[in-house]
């Protein structure tokens, strides 16, 4: 049976409260990356304050998770399930 990240996605993000939480958390971890790559770009942002962003937002994605039930589910797990299957249909073929 093939994998399907997108259907994993979108199996372990039903309840309301998380889509909330990820919603509200995505663009504030997109922020907090792009102030940390812009320190190492010279771009004179704070990368103290990127950081925290980054927590603050790895922390809202967590709870949503936490109330939905699936901890054991938040996407860094489903890409690494995904990817080592997929190096496993590479390496048998």
Avoid: D
Wanted: aromatic letters at 10%; proline letters at 4%; one cysteine or more.
């Amino acid at each position: 049976m093939p994998f399907s990240l997108v259907k994993a996605i979108k199996s372990t993000h039903r309840h309301p409260a998380n889509r909330i939480l990820h919603l509200i958390g995505l663009p504030i971890y997109v922020t907090g990356i792009t102030l940390i790559a812009g320190y190492f770009l010279n771009l004179n942002t704070n990368p103290i304050t990127g950081l925290i962003l980054w927590l603050a937002a790895v922390c809202l994605f967590l709870i949503g998770h936490k109330i939905e039930g699936n901890l054991r589910a938040i996407t860094l797990i489903v890409l690494f399930k995904y990817l080592s299957r997929k190096a496993k249909l590479i390496q048998y073929t």
